[in-house]
Each structure stands twice: as C-alpha cells, then as structure tokens.
C-alpha cells in the first residue's frame, strides 16, 4: 500500500538552531510530492513542492527540501529557526492519481 | 489566497442531528476534497469529487455522503451525527494543471454533544 510517514510527531528546537523534518513515502512510482504548513487555528498553507528537475527545491520563510529516490524521503530543513515557525508540518504525496496522501504531521515547538 | 470558503466555521450540534458544511470556491478548479483532521492522524480523505455530480469516496467515509450540484459548491452531510465526527473538517480544491497541488479553506470546527 502507498503510505507516508513522518516518524517525528513532535520536534523541540532552541530558536536560531537547525532542524530538519523528515518524510517517507512508500512508492516505486513517480510522484509528487508537497510540504504543508498549519499554523494554530488555521488551514494549511503550501511551504513548497517537488513535481520534477533538481531535487534541492525552496520554499518560503527559508525552508528548503531535498528529494532522495532511493531513500524514496523528502526531508524538510531550515538552517536557523524562528519562534514564527511553531506551527505543525504535514508532508503530502501524489502517487499519480487525483488525491493526495498526507502524514500524521509533525508539531515543531521552538525553545526561546 | 484561493478563493475558498467555508461554512459555518463552528458548529455544536447534538447526536442524531443531521448537519451539512458547505465549501464555496470562486477558482473554477474541477476537484474538490473534504478532509477530517483529528490529533494523531493528520488529514484524511472523506470524499472527493472530480466534477460536477460525479463524487467518490474517500478512506473514511462511512456516516458521510457528498453533493456537488454546481462547480463552485461542494457539500459534505452527516446524515446523523455521531460524538466521533468531532473533528475539524477542511475543504480543498485542485487542478491537473498543477499537478493537483491542494488549496485549503480555513476549516470547520464541528462539535458533536
């Protein structure tokens, strides 16, 4: 079956520091594949996406993610945290079909 | 934005009621979703519809039916409400042209007592 998985349900970060969200998606086909944000109380809004080309791909408030085939993940990272980036993070993936599959989300909480 | 909308935005109502949350889009893209997100399990898929009158169902859609009577409206029914429909319900829409990126309304937050 076609699953993604974000293993990280929840991420603590000191503000100004690194972080990387990670993503796995099980698949051999071709897919596209999307980065979510949520802020509280709120919809989601699109951070970035991978369809095709370079596999570095940035996306707003200095997100950037890579594309990895053979690790078939999508991993999600921001050199240097702001307190404005708490907000939950869903990864999404489209197996070639009309919908989209979503992780469970992971809850980044940034430490002042 | 996507010119989606929502409605209502909140709802209380009492087990065995019949409910309707209504999604609005002014953007004239053929799919459109309603989602359930529930702690612990993301988002999920209720039901979808790929044009007008023609729906399909979702991962969850049991206690849930879908009309889409004109492009732009696409109504989710829960025929009798249940406490486990609690939840908080998004719709989104989308297009092949853009490889079905998905746009998200703000959400409905539906209480079921």
């Known amino acids: 079956a076609q699953s993604v998985t974000q293993l990280d349900s929840q991420v603590p970060v000191f503000e100004e520091a690194p972080v990387e969200l990670r993503c796995n998606y099980s698949?051999?086909?071709?897919?596209?594949l999307f980065w979510y944000v949520q802020y509280p109380n709120q919809g989601l809004q699109l951070l970035l996406k991978?369809?095709?080309?370079?596999?570095l791909v940035k996306g707003i408030n200095g997100f950037e993610a890579e594309f990895n085939k053979s690790q078939t993940s999508f991993h999600l990272r921001k050199p240097s945290v702001h307190i404005s980036d708490t907000a939950e993070y869903f990864c999404a993936v489209n197996f070639g079909n009309e919908k989209l599959t979503f992780g469970t989300g992971t809850r980044l909480t940034i430490i002042p | 934005d996507a010119g989606i909308t929502q409605s209502p935005r909140h709802k209380v109502t009492e087990t065995g009621t019949p409910v309707t949350l209504r999604c609005h889009q002014t953007?004239?893209?053929?799919?459109m979703y309603w989602y359930r997100q529930d702690p612990g399990h993301g988002l999920r898929l209720i039901h979808y519809s790929y044009g007008v009158k023609d729906t399909d169902k979702g991962e969850v859609s049991d206690g849930y039916s879908v009309s889409r009577s004109k492009t732009e409206d696409f109504l989710l029914t829960l025929e009798s409400a249940t406490s486990s429909q609690t939840s908080v319900y998004f719709c989104a829409i989308s297009e092949v042209r853009a490889s079905y990126e998905q746009y998200f309304g703000p959400g409905t937050r539906l209480t079921v007592t």
């Open positions: 953007e004239n893209h053929r799919y």
């Open positions: 698949s051999s086909v071709s897919v596209y």
């Open positions: 991978y369809l095709s080309g370079s596999t």
